[in-house]
């Protein structure tokens, strides 16, 4: 019996191991090769690439390496172009703003010159990482003299990783990586993929990387439901696609175009992966402002989020600058700061300074925060400066803050009711202590 | 009871020998001596280290197979050990790749054991042998419970990897490129229990072997491997298919057993006419209560996970004042593995004194000695009897074991014919690893870990068409000589190699409507028998009745309830041969093998009520019909039988083919379930009479290719059975109850007899 006839047999059991999306696929590929070339093979000298002049006419040049080839894309941007709300110049200036302003922080590019950083995507045949999912487009790039250069390395076939990886690894002599997301997911693949290859080209660089995906994480996942790359753009970079692509059809394209060796689809993914690079750009400038405090457009929520980075990051000096600059107000954002401000001043043990600041987040009528404020004052007032009473007082406050006493938080009010318990104790075996102390503390209330 | 009044296993003995009321029942006591330790020095060549740190540990010598393996694995040739339980398999692998790990830091091991308990036993039996040591030998576990920050430790830096086939599957090899440094130093790949990798699983595992074999040739090493495997008929075969590699056979087995009373226990007749004897589950609670209320560590062994639950419920029960119910627990394979971790502990600890389990305790998870095993039903192979026989007295001192037959005819076959079981292993592990749903899923997966080069091999397979037919399929894309994956899907994720349909339905309790909870799940397949609506689903000993299943969803959800019945659901089959590859002619009767299509039906559900099982109530089934193609032996007689009659003919027909599918199994190591015997009056491809045997999974895993090439003794084996039962016009016990005729007993043999006659005139 042939083997085909029993495969077309068990068809019905042979599913599981593809997605239904081939079936998707497979209309797309309907059209008959329109170029007529010759796929080119290791034996022929010759190697003929299909379309070349449409490749040409969009700025894409072959590149020849061991009997095969891959495309280069070479793309140049005057500085004063805009993307989004910024000129590519600005990085410019971000570049210098970290080399003078002096404040640490992981995206500071303290030490580098604009020249050095290297914005970075890349498009693949599939999600997640595994080593079956191949790199089709390794796009990159950087400031040169008074352009943004951007290149695009093209695989056009999946035989032609080694001439791919080669020409990449050829040119790419940078210090810090820019990606989005690429520190688990673009980086990690390349290392994949590169090792199929090792033997043919060299070894991978080591790099810096400043992953802008956990920074915009940082500061706007507040206000963005989902943090994708065009989500940032759209909201925040004022970056506006026209006729994109959407990523999650850029695999079925590339497999639409190795099979028809057509160039149109591939263009649109080029482009797709153009504006994210480009994007990369403007989102490094801006965060860099935000991060600085030099965006006057900065809502004191983002001033907020700076801090609280600046705060996990040990960094208190800068940290308290911030939450300083939004604590005057009397919204919700404001009473936040203090809160935090408050827990600065306890961490250097000030406690007079930290009560009163908790004392006004009390007061902002605020009942979450309120409340944790007042159980934090209480405690400065129980254990640092020894005033049971005032500190009764300030628990006692806590649980007044709701109108509904069943708003609060079980737990909250188990703990509430036993520091009572405690305070009351204390109140009454040291009447005096509690006495003596009253009137120099209090005044600050 | 008073604590002076509790008797030990010896009084037990006595009272088994003494007592009517089992004495009667038990047809066979074979008493198995003790044997003595076959010992040989330690080999001279051991690094010092390493001879000191067995020494600590009280290993001064080795059994004589410890140190034949030692020294074939030493001299580079890959070997299965046949090791019976408690016979120190561990050192058979654990000694060559120490040795070769001190000798060289940079050789790396791969262990892969079946489950995840087994890894994590032999993790701490290892490890201990490398702490005595002191030397800086990591081994770790790589499964699911491997937390993410020591992952990258373990891909790096493990010398001893330890893994179950799953894991091999769908996390190390298609992320090979981050094991570089376990994949270029690859000096052993270690199969332990190599006896389960058979069937599906077994094909399944097969072509995962061959993909770790490929990645190890694109890394530049070939490992040797080391294979452990209970006592089967054809270990060497089986590895060596399994592998795909030239084996070396070390059944030498030099450990000591201790004394081993095996009793045969046929539970009474309790009706005459149609030779039904009482149920084995109610025996085997008589026997399990007495054990249990003397406090005798007992393991009790059952066919299925119903039957477990039914028997676990009895003794929970039985002996709920004594010990609380928490002493006697189920293990088997539905229970989350939290729960059986816990399980497992208890038996260790000696706080839970009785286990009712399926198989799953038959492999070597370590719950220390026990002293009485229990089973309910021949376990269906004597490789399965043995290894669960093992669980009783490990190494030293008295054990008990018994087996309760139940009124099936295999059963009463094995427990009337004791030579047969004590003296010879004819069962085969069957693996085949070209079924080509199973060879096409890997390949696929291979694909995507490397592209294939044009003329390579899979394994023994030629690709060729096979990555013309992906080609087509647009999963494979062709570029000059070489097939890469194009496709957007992780192969590996949709591909299980445990279950022969691949989705589960998971059970959902919801008798607490705040908290809805997942407490087991199921193949599809069984659960069209199990988990229909109002089936009986027992959990633990806790009876759950199914309100819904959600057939799409793949769902069902269950509510506690307490009822006294438990149900047992029919499976109504249509077939069809599709293409007859080979066929072997005789003058009245033809023997066949060829693809064929299945059609199953789950159709009714009957009640049976628990003590007395009888028939309570049923109901229809509404599930959509399963369609199969598999492949499929028969044998189509001609005329013969004319002058039986239609209406014998038929029952004669269903009577034999009742018989055979308890005996096939036997011969080729199957579960009853994985096979199946169906009759036709008048088969649709050659209008004859005929029985059909054909394999469970989709595209066939090599039983019926077996059994075509060993019908005779098949139908040989089959009519001893018939004839030996002493009903008179059939029972339960040899043609079933679907044949209802008087003469359907008769008529059985008359045609068992035919077909002997005319495969036998072949050779005039």
Redesign the interface.
Known sequence: ?S?????N??K???G????E??SK??HL?KEEHSGGSV?P??KEPEIVIPYLDQWKAEGALPYFFDNNYCLVREVRFPLDQKHGHFRFRDFLQAVKVWNEIGISHPLSALGHHPEELFFFDTET??????????IFLLGYASIKGEELVLRQHVLP???AEVPLYQSFLESVNYKTLVTYNGKSFDWPQV???H??VREHVPKLPSFGHFDLYHASRRLWKHKLDRLKLSMVEKEILGVLREDDIPGHLA??IY?DF??RKQPEGMLGVLKHNEIDILSLVTLYTHLTFQICGLDEGQTSQETYEVGRWFSSLGEKGEAVKRFDSIAEGDDHVSAHAQLALAYERKKVRDWEKALILFQAVADSGISDIGREACIEGSKILEHKLKNPQIALEFVHKALKMDEKPAEIPPLFLADALKRIKRLENKCRKFPEEADKRTGNDLSIL | MIMKLRKNLQEILEDLKIHEQFKENIVTWRTIEERPAKNVPLPGDLHVQLKEALENRGIGQLYTHQKTSYETVMSGKSIVAVTPTASGKTLCYNLPVLQTVLSNPNARALYMFPTKALAQDQKSEINEIIQETGMNINSYTYDGDTPANIRQKVRQAGHVVITNPDMLHSAILPHHTKWVSLFENLKFVVIDELHTYRGVFGSHVANVIRRLKRICRYYGSDPVFICTSATIANPLELAENLTESEMTLIDNNGAPTGRKHFLFYNPPIVNKPLNIRRSATLEVRKLAGELLKNKIQTIVFARSRVRVEIILTYLQELVKNQLGPKSIMGYRGGYLPTERRKIEKGLRSGEIYGVVSTNALELGVDIGQLQVCIMTGYPGTISSAWQQAGRAGRRHGESLVIMVASSSPLDQYVIQNPEYFFTQSPETARINPDNLIILIDHMKCAAYELPFKAGEKFGNVETEELLEYLTEERVLYQNGDKWYWMNDSFPAHNISLRSASQENIIIVDQTNVANVKVIGEMDRFSAMTLLHEEAIYLHQGTQFQVEKLDWEEKKAFVREVDVDYFTDANLAVQLKVLEVDKLLEHPDMEIGYGDVSVRAMATIFKKIKFETHENIGSGPIFLPEEELHTSSAWISLDKPLADMGHERLEQGLVGTAHALNHIAPLFVMADPQDIHVVPQVKADHNEKPTIFFYDRYPGGVGLSEKIYTGMVPVFRETRKMVTGCQCESGCPSCVGTEAVSETAKRDTLKIIDFFLDASASKER
Not at chain 1, 3 to 7: D, E, F, G, P, Y
Not at chain 1, 16 to 19: D, I, L, M
């Open positions: 019996m083997l085909k006839n029993k495969l047999r068990l019905p059991h042979l599981s191991g593809k997605q999306d081939l696929s497979s590929i796929i093979s290791e045949t599939g999600l997640g990482g595994g080593t079956g999912n191949t076939n999946p035989g290392k994949t993929r090792t199929l695999p079925m497999f190795i099979e």
